[in-house]
């Protein structure tokens, strides 16, 4: 798992369960269960679910150590009230599956900290690896009624109805409400309920005079069976006081095993015969969920509280270890609830004591929630806001801010708005997961409660800072900041260090390239002072500067050592790394690297491109558009950027939506539909809320836009002539090198439009002179049919030696590589192959590709990743002899794999 080198524990803190329980004296092996189980083994659910006391996860133990026996891989997770969140439940299961198969386990765990769309991204993961291996996997979840009806449930769901056919899942559980009518039509639900649970006679007999040699007639046994009614936990009691008792067959007819009785049973034949320190050592420690040695000890006030678990265990005291190596144990779910109330009977007010030992306890181990908990329990709500509040910032600087919201979510509310501290946290964390009113309603309440002038409000501002940026709005960016930058000392390391980056933002809207580098280059030594996601945003920042200035060697290099920081100190999927990851995407299509372009802004898309300042989604929804029309992708092409289209409305972001509208444009004029892309740019609408600053980027877009629809009309070329002589002069007299090499492009189009073409010719020179220095491809060779001539007549001057002596010189290699990339890659067609049968997911792929579904909306269908999509279309291309989607469905309709 990702460590976020924090002291508030991820739910795999150390006090994790993850081996199957063992109650000694119920390891009766239920032969006539075990057999309904194997007959069972190959479907999707084997459901045990009874009221408590019924031996399910014993059962569920047994039939774990006999598909180990056999060789089969179990992974066991028992489940606790904190596991309804559904990124702990989803971390937690992943790392039970890496215990029992490390290779069926995504290694990007942190991803379930963030959006749902990164969790149904990492759940794809897992099903796909389970899927690839064709091992199979059984999953037990123990004591699954713990969060069933809540989130987590969302993701059982998922897996049960996208899970493989190598996937099987045990769950123990008193109560179970998940829909899963469709899977018993399909005969792959495996039902064993309180009835069948009930131990048999056979059983009982084996329990009692076998296992425990107890000195029982068969009649006591019979009566004992009867008197039980078969139910696990009243037999395990009966033998806990026969061992010792004089006179076995009076204590059978006294014994009644009812679930009433239970107490009475348990005080009279189990408790009172314990020591006096054994018994105050079970009652002061059942307040907690799981044990350790050293808590024990706490909790008990003796010294050898490992040795006493230990024994309690070996005595069969309805103690259960959570590890193979002992270290952490918990108390039968009966057995506990006995021990608290009797706890409350003798010792009233005693457990308020208790709870606020252990709350000390895991709050001096790191383990933060359960601190909160334990501090909750004993009444002491102030004392969970004061533990939550001194981590809050820890978990924010270590990009964990949905773990920080879940600890906030348990507090009492009517506490949080008088704390400034950790409303600033949240404010942090609502911000950077861009829930902008979350965000406001937490600021709100610092200011309420800070001075203006203080630390806090300055912080304040600067979170404020960040929110606009988020939205694109930069005019009160510069006074917001302000006062953080001019004492830096003053402040936290982190809110300089997001100071910095908020000013480095709004010298990019500026078009103050140089500006922007510096601020982060001073920035770096705050940077280093705090956790990493600062400093990874800082290194897009300062790469997206270098990038403007035509920089593209700094522009790398900023890029790459952002996504190596963000995937080593946060993971390799995580928010910070998926920034890094759509920026190189954009400098690897740039250069002409489709492949990787494609494979990092596949990431991106998949795990949510909403994510960052504009400029990260543009670079990522404009350029992975382009490279699946590049691909012959053109459903998921306008897919792309119809998603880009609602994230710029639903956000606000004037920008992304101009550079939507700016390419479907382009998409519709290379398809011929002239009144489609200016129907586009006439309904654009009203850009007066624009803020002023961003309306220029946003104008200059929009007249190139429709520049180039005006070319394709029949008389507007000196008009686009006019707009983009105006766009080239602006961009040029701003200081902004790679935008005056586009307009400079799209100026040559157009004066080649109408007959200039010296001109045109004079005007392109320049920009491939900074192309090549630059080591541009794409903007060249998405120019279209008008550039590719242009290039190729230059390209002829020069072979003939008659390049102008007025005009920089080009390399022909260079003019040769644009045209190489212009022209589309049609490969030859190959020899007719034997034909080759395609696999079952192969032909459903090909169906949904009949239905003109992209490679995401297949994805999504069949629960897999789009890389995975790919990695079975490249199966389904090779067998068919084909090099395109269309082309495959063609192929299998004749070969009539499809109808």
């Known amino acids: 798992m990702d460590d976020n080198a924090t002291a508030v524990k991820s739910p795999t803190s150390a006090c994790t369960k993850f081996e199957a329980p063992t109650y000694v004296g119920c390891l009766v092996e239920r032969a006539r269960l075990i057999e309904l189980l194997r007959s069972g083994r190959s479907r999707r659910l084997t459901l045990i679910h009874a009221p408590a006391g019924f031996g399910k996860t014993t059962l569920a133990a047994q039939w774990q150590r006999t598909l180990r026996r056999e060789g089969a891989p179990v992974a066991w997770l028992s489940l606790d009230r904190d596991d309804d969140d559904p990124s702990w439940f989803l971390v937690r299961l992943i790392e039970a599956v890496h215990r029992a198969a490390p290779a069926l386990a995504p290694d990007t765990y942190g991803l379930a900290e963030e959006s749902d769309e990164a969790r149904r991204c990492l759940l794809s993961e897992l099903v796909n690896r389970i899927s690839r291996s064709q091992v199979d996997l059984t999953v037990v979840l123990d004591d699954w009624h ?207 004591i208790l709870h606020q030992v252990a709350s000390a306890w895991f709050a001096s181990s790191g383990m933060t929630s359960e601190a909160v908990g334990h501090a909750l329990a004993a009444g002491d709500a102030t004392r969970a806001v004061d533990l939550v509040e001194r981590e809050a910032m820890a978990l924010v600087e270590n990009s964990r801010m949905s773990s920080l919201l879940k600890l906030a979510g348990q507090l009492p509310p009517e506490l949080l708005p008088g704390r400034p501290r950790l409303q600033l946290a949240l404010a942090w964390a609502d911000c950077l997961l861009q829930h902008e009113h979350s965000a406001e309603v937490a600021l709100d309440h610092v200011h309420a409660a800070a001075d203006d002038e203080d630390a806090l409000s300055v912080e304040a501002d600067v979170i404020r800072a960040c929110i606009d940026g988020y939205g694109d709005r930069v005019a009160d960016i510069a006074t917001r900041i302000g006062p953080c930058l001019a004492e830096p000392e003053a402040y936290r390391p982190w809110a300089v260090a997001v100071a910095a980056n908020a000013k480095a933002f709004l010298h990019l809207q500026t078009f103050e390239f140089d500006h922007a580098r510096d601020i982060q280059r001073w920035a770096r030594r705050y940077q280093a002072r705090t956790g990493p996601f600062a400093a990874v945003y800082g290194r897009c920042l300062d790469g997206l500067a270098a990038w403007e200035q035509l920089d593209i060697a700094a522009a790398r290099r900023s890029f790459e050592e952002a996504g190596s920081l963000a995937r080593h100190a946060i993971g390799r999927r995580s928010h910070a790394a998926r ?319 499809i109808r």
């Open 579 to 897: 920034l890094a990851g759509a920026l190189l995407g954009l400098l690897h299509y740039e250069r002409g690297d489709l492949d990787r372009a494609e494979e990092l802004l596949e990431e991106c898309h998949e795990l949510g491109a909403e994510s960052g300042v504009a400029d990260f989604m543009i670079a990522t929804y404009i350029t992975l558009a382009r490279v699946k029309a590049l691909r012959d992708d053109l459903p998921g092409a306008w897919a792309v950027l119809d998603e880009g289209e609602l994230t710029a409305s639903h956000l606000g972001l004037h920008r992304l939506r101009a550079a939507v509208t700016d390419q479907r444009v382009r998409f519709h004029l290379d398809d011929g539909d002239h009144a489609a892309a200016s129907g586009l740019l006439a309904r654009w609408g009203d850009r007066a809320d624009c803020d002023e600053t961003i309306a220029v980027v946003v104008g200059q877009r929009l007249r190139t836009a429709e520049a180039r629809a005006l070319l394709a009309s029949d008389d507007g070329a000196e008009a686009a002539v006019t707009l983009l002589s105006e766009v080239y002069d602006e961009v040029a007299a701003a200081g902004r090198p790679h935008a005056t090499v586009l307009a400079g492009i799209e100026l040559a189009v157009a004066l080649r439009a109408t007959g200039r073409c010296d001109e045109a010719l004079r005007v392109l020179a320049p920009a491939l002179v900074a192309g090549e220095r630059a080591g541009l491809l794409r903007a060249f060779a998405d120019g279209g049919p008008v550039v590719a001539r242009l290039v190729g007549e230059l390209s002829e001057l020069a072979r003939l030696d008659r390049w102008p002596d007025d005009l920089a010189p080009v390399s022909t290699e260079y003019l040769t590589r644009i045209l190489t990339a212009h022209a589309p890659a049609r490969s030859a067609q190959p020899g007719r192959l034997p034909e080759q049968p395609l696999t079952a997911r192969e032909v459903d792929i090909v169906r949904l590709l009949d239905r003109g579904l992209s490679n995401k909306e297949i994805a999504r269908r069949l629960g897999v990743t789009v890389n995975t999509v790919k990695w079975y279309l490249k199966g389904v291309y090779t067998k068919l002899g084909v090099t395109r989607r269309q082309e495959s469905v063609t192929e299998a309709r004749r070969r009539a794999i």
């Open 146 to 352: 713990l969060v069933d009806g809540t989130d987590a449930a969302a993701i059982m769901e998922y897996l049960l109805e996208f899970g493989p056919d190598t996937l099987h899942f045990v769950v123990t559980s008193r109560t179970f409400t998940l829909p899963v009518g469709r899977l018993k039509v399909a005969n792959q639900v495996t039902e064993i309920g309180t009835e069948l649970l009930r131990f048999n006679h056979e059983e009982s007999h084996l329990l009692l005079r076998e296992l425990n040699s107890l000195p029982l007639s068969s009649a006591d046994v019979e009566r004992l069976w009867l008197t039980t009614d078969g139910w696990a936990a009243a037999l395990q009691l009966a033998t806990l006081s026969l061992r010792n008792s004089g006179q076995p067959g009076m204590l059978v007819r006294r014994f009644s095993g009812g679930d009433r009785s239970i107490g009475d049973y348990l005080a009279e034949n189990v408790f009172d015969a314990l020591p006096p320190e054994t018994l105050d050592f079970l009652l002061t420690t059942s307040i907690c969920d799981r044990l350790c040695g050293d808590l024990a000890s706490a909790l008990s006030g003796q010294s050898c509280g490992q040795s006493i678990l230990e024994d309690l265990e070996r005595r069969d005291l309805f103690l259960t270890p959570l590890d193979s190596e002992r270290e952490w144990f918990r108390y039968h779910h009966l057995f506990a609830d006995y021990l608290r109330k009797r706890l409350e009977r003798d010792h009233h007010g005693r457990a308020i």
